[in-house]
C-alpha cells in the first residue's frame, strides 16, 4: 500500500504548503514581537516626556503591549489556516465577561488615569473631594491617598474623586482671607476700622498687591460688622488667620471696643404689679 503512495506528490501538495505557512506564521510571530516592542519603546517615551507618573506609563504600555501581541498571534494563527473567527469571538466574550465583572475597578482605573493626564492636583497638595480633606500623599491607579490635618490616613477610590468636586486649596500661590468682626452699635466705626487697619498693615505676610479690603459690610441684629479680606501666600494662610483674629481681640479690648455676644435680658415684673 505505501508503494501506491507517491511521495513527490504528497511533498507538493501538503508537506511543502505545511512547512511555508508555518515558516511565516513563525516569521511573522517573530517580526511583529520585534514590531510591538520598538513602538511600546516608543509609546513610554511619549508618555514620559509628557511628566506622566511611571507606574501609569508602565500599566498603560503594559496592555497595549499585550493587545498588540494578541493581534500579532491571531494574524500568526490565521497564516496557519486556524479559524480565528471563533476566536475572537470567544475572546470578546471573554473580555465582556471580565469588563463587567471588574466595572468598578475599571471605573476607578480610568478615573485614575483621568487623575494623572489632567493633574487637577498633585502629590502634597491641601485638596478636598470626595467629601474628605487633607494633603494628597500618593495618587494610585486605583486610589489616592490622603492625610487629614489631624493625621488620618484615608484611602479614595479614584472614582470617586473624579466624580466630584475637587477644590484645590494649593493650586495657586495667594490666597484671600475673608474674616468678618462685629462691634457694638454705640462703638466708634471709624475707630474699629483705623484699628482693624493697623492690624493687616503690621502684618508682614499679608500682601499689599491685591490691597486688603476693610470695609462695613452689615447692619445685623446686634452688631456692626466689617469685613476684613486680606492676600496672604497660601502657605500662610492659617497662621495669618489665627493671628490676625486673635490681634482684633486684643486690640479691641484694649481700646475699650465692645465685640457683642448673644445674651438674654429678663425683666422680672414688680411683685405688687398683679
Given at each position: 500500500?505505501?508503494?501506491?503512495?507517491?511521495?513527490?506528490?504528497?511533498?507538493?501538495?501538503?508537506?511543502?504548503?505545511?512547512?511555508?505557512?508555518?515558516?511565516?506564521?513563525?516569521?511573522?510571530?517573530?517580526?511583529?514581537?520585534?514590531?510591538?516592542?520598538?513602538?511600546?519603546?516608543?509609546?513610554?517615551?511619549?508618555?514620559?516626556?509628557s511628566k506622566m507618573d511611571e507606574m501609569l506609563v508602565e500599566f498603560i504600555a503594559s496592555i497595549v503591549k499585550a493587545m498588540l501581541l494578541l493581534f500579532v498571534v491571531i494574524a500568526a494563527l490565521d497564516q496557519l489556516g486556524v479559524d480565528t473567527t471563533s476566536l475572537i469571538a470567544l475572546l470578546g466574550a471573554a473580555g465582556l465577561a471580565v469588563g463587567l465583572a471588574l466595572k468598578d475597578s475599571l471605573s476607578n482605573f480610568a478615573a485614575g488615569v483621568m487623575l494623572i493626564v489632567f493633574r487637577p492636583f498633585?502629590?502634597?497638595?491641601?485638596?478636598?473631594?470626595?467629601?474628605?480633606?487633607?494633603?494628597?500623599?500618593?495618587?494610585?491607579?486605583?486610589?489616592?491617598?490622603?492625610?487629614?490635618?489631624?493625621n488620618k490616613e484615608v484611602i479614595i477610590p479614584n472614582g470617586s474623586i473624579y466624580g466630584d468636586t475637587i477644590t484645590n486649596y494649593s493650586a495657586r500661590d495667594t490666597r484671600r482671607i475673608d474674616m468678618v468682626f462685629g462691634i457694638g452699635y454705640g462703638e466708634d466705626i471709624k475707630q474699629a476700622k483705623d484699628i482693624?487697619?493697623?492690624?493687616?498693615?503690621?502684618?508682614?505676610?499679608?500682601?499689599?498687591?491685591?490691597?486688603?479690603?476693610?470695609?462695613?459690610?452689615?447692619?445685623?441684629?446686634?452688631?456692626?460688622?466689617?469685613?476684613?479680606?486680606?492676600?496672604?501666600?497660601?502657605?500662610?494662610?492659617?497662621?495669618?488667620?489665627?493671628d490676625v483674629t486673635e490681634q482684633v481681640k486684643l486690640q479691641f479690648d484694649e481700646h475699650g471696643i465692645e465685640i457683642p455676644f448673644p445674651q438674654t435680658v429678663i425683666h422680672q415684673a414688680p411683685a405688687d404689679a398683679a
Amino acid at each position: 500500500m505505501l508503494e501506491n503512495i507517491d511521495i513527490a506528490k504528497m511533498t507538493d501538495a501538503y508537506v511543502i504548503p505545511w512547512a511555508i505557512n508555518i515558516a511565516l506564521a513563525i516569521v511573522i510571530f517573530i517580526v511583529g514581537k520585534i514590531v510591538v516592542n520598538v513602538l511600546i519603546s516608543i509609546f513610554s517615551k511619549i508618555l514620559k516626556k509628557s511628566k506622566m507618573d511611571e507606574m501609569l506609563v508602565e500599566f498603560i504600555a503594559s496592555i497595549v503591549k499585550a493587545m498588540l501581541l494578541l493581534f500579532v498571534v491571531i494574524a500568526a494563527l490565521d497564516q496557519l489556516g486556524v479559524d480565528t473567527t471563533s476566536l475572537i469571538a470567544l475572546l470578546g466574550a471573554a473580555g465582556l465577561a471580565v469588563g463587567l465583572a471588574l466595572k468598578d475597578s475599571l471605573s476607578n482605573f480610568a478615573a485614575g488615569v483621568m487623575l494623572i493626564v489632567f493633574r487637577p492636583f498633585k502629590a502634597g497638595d491641601y485638596v478636598e473631594a470626595a467629601g474628605v480633606a487633607g494633603v494628597v500623599e500618593t495618587i494610585n491607579i486605583f486610589s489616592s491617598t490622603f492625610r487629614t490635618p489631624d493625621n488620618k490616613e484615608v484611602i479614595i477610590p479614584n472614582g470617586s474623586i473624579y466624580g466630584d468636586t475637587i477644590t484645590n486649596y494649593s493650586a495657586r500661590d495667594t490666597r484671600r482671607i475673608d474674616m468678618v468682626f462685629g462691634i457694638g452699635y454705640g462703638e466708634d466705626i471709624k475707630q474699629a476700622k483705623d484699628i482693624l487697619q493697623g492690624i493687616v498693615d503690621a502684618d508682614e505676610r499679608i500682601l499689599a498687591d491685591p490691597a486688603p479690603v476693610i470695609a462695613v459690610s452689615e447692619l445685623a441684629d446686634s452688631s456692626v460688622n466689617f469685613v476684613v479680606r486680606p492676600w496672604a501666600k497660601t502657605g500662610d494662610y492659617w497662621a495669618v488667620l489665627w493671628d490676625v483674629t486673635e490681634q482684633v481681640k486684643l486690640q479691641f479690648d484694649e481700646h475699650g471696643i465692645e465685640i457683642p455676644f448673644p445674651q438674654t435680658v429678663i425683666h422680672q415684673a414688680p411683685a405688687d404689679a398683679a
